[in-house]
């Protein structure tokens, strides 16, 4: 019979533990070990600054710098550590060799700390010539917070994104730079209003900003405003962009209104030289590609786009053609059927149908609206939950069917389960 050992000595895998071995991975130069040690650390600890910049050190030594400076925007972004990221994100630039990203950084590092001593290190380090000390210092402002809502938007955190521009200085919110990216923060979450308001004031003082113009336009076609719509998608048509950041911005919004090879014409250009590499950049040419015809191009975009991001993304475009295929002809003569059981079942099915807000355009509540009472509250049963014992048990039952292979297709076997229950 085997004897139980009992010298094994035990081991803690906790946050001293990863310390200890990433400090000694660290020394002996060991960077990638000591990365994935320092990551471990950070998933305990994750406002250690100490661990940060340790990490950030090893990171551009393995050459991924930008994963490094990540670690300090989102410092930034939540005011944790602001003087000792803003020095680390100069200091790592410097070492990188990005001279405007490190006098930027180092700037701001310098307004936050008041630290004239750096300050005139930069000046001797960096020729840059400037008019104004106010000047270099708004500048230095707006380069970092563009830099940090592009980090922002490029994960689809559109929230956080907004609460950072809003919580800047005032004389950076009401740059139009930073008027422009709180208004397409406004856009992308719904608030059409205070969007249009913002866009409305941008064009009245220079007609040509093409970020108002593409971003207006997009708000003209979520709003359905299609007489102002066709006048502002003519004028982008004709917009010829005078840089890359210009060509991206106006090949994304014209991917959204549906101007695919106009947007793939600027985007893929961008996408080969590793440019913009972004959620928006891959979802745009998800799209593009599929819609143009080259469905494998399509998915390879679409699986990049779901490697990078850390939000929800939406539907695929092949989910979205099919959902609109089965909802047109399968769902849509059911809700508009005579018999009371077979919209009942048509609602079922509308709930099962994955990307069902795609479909639900305005003539869609239209019907939903005509719907008598009982199949309202069954719509509301699928919406709030309500606790209604017989809706209830025709849901379960439904969904046994429809989760059965052997039935799922079998619309009159459905139809004839609801039809016993309320018998």
């Known amino acids: 019979m085997a004897q139980k050992n009992n010298n094994v000595i035990p081991m803690t895998f906790d946050d001293a533990f990863y310390r200890k071995m990433a400090n000694q991975k660290f020394k002996q130069r060991e960077y990638k070990r000591a990365a994935e040690y320092f990551e471990k650390v950070l998933e305990l600890s994750p406002d250690d600054l100490e661990i940060q910049i340790d990490y950030a050190q090893c990171l551009v030594q393995l050459g991924i710098a930008k994963k490094a400076e990540h670690l300090f925007y989102d410092n930034i972004i939540y005011n944790r550590h602001l003087e000792d990221s803003f020095y680390e994100l100069s200091q790592l630039n410097i070492e990188v060799n990005e001279p405007n990203k490190a006098f930027l950084f180092g700037i701001n590092y310098v307004i936050v700390s008041d630290d004239q001593d750096y300050r005139d290190e930069l000046d001797q380090m960096f020729d840059v010539k400037y008019q104004s000390e106010e000047q270099i210092e708004l500048e230095a402002q707006l380069f970092v917070v563009q830099i940090l809502f592009q980090y922002l938007f490029s994960q689809g955190r559109l929230k956080d994104a907004k609460n ?95 101007q695919y090879r106009a947007s793939q014409q600027l985007l893929y250009p961008l996408y080969k030289k590793g440019k913009f590499l972004s959620i928006q950049m891959y979802n745009a040419l998800a799209y593009n590609y599929y819609y143009l015809g080259e469905e494998d191009e399509s998915h390879y975009y679409w699986d990049k786009l779901k490697q990078i991001s850390k939000v929800e993304i939406g539907h695929a475009p092949w989910v979205i053609e099919n959902s609109k295929e089965v909802f047109d002809q399968h769902i849509l003569p059911l809700l508009q059927s ?40 069954y719509l509301t049963y699928l919406v709030q939950g309500l606790t209604l014992n017989k809706l209830d048990f025709i849901h379960r039952g439904l969904l046994t069917l429809y989760h059965n292979e052997l039935f799922v297709s079998e619309n009159d076997l459905m139809v004839a389960w609801i039809n016993q229950v309320n018998s």
Request: with cysteine; aromatic share 12%; proline share 1%.
């Open 164 to 258: 950072y521009v809003l919580h800047q200085p005032q004389e950076v919110q009401d740059h139009r730079v930073v008027r422009n990216l709180l208004a397409m923060c406004y856009l992308y979450l719904g608030e059409y209003d205070t969007a249009k308001a913002l866009y409305e004031a941008l064009l009245q003082e220079d007609s040509t900003d093409i970020y108002a113009l593409c971003h207006y336009t997009l708000l003209l076609y979520n709003t359905k405003e299609n007489e102002q719509y066709q006048k502002y998608l003519k004028i982008l048509n004709k917009v010829v962009p005078m840089n890359d950041d210009e060509s991206f911005k106006l090949g994304i919004v014209l991917s959204y209104l549906k």
């Open 338 to 377: 005579d018999d009371s059981h077979y919209r009942l079942y048509g609602i079922f099915l509308l709930d099962q149908l994955n990307g069902k807000e795609i479909v639900m355009t305005e003539s869609i509540w239209q019907v939903l609206e005509n719907l008598n009472n009982y199949e309202k509250l």
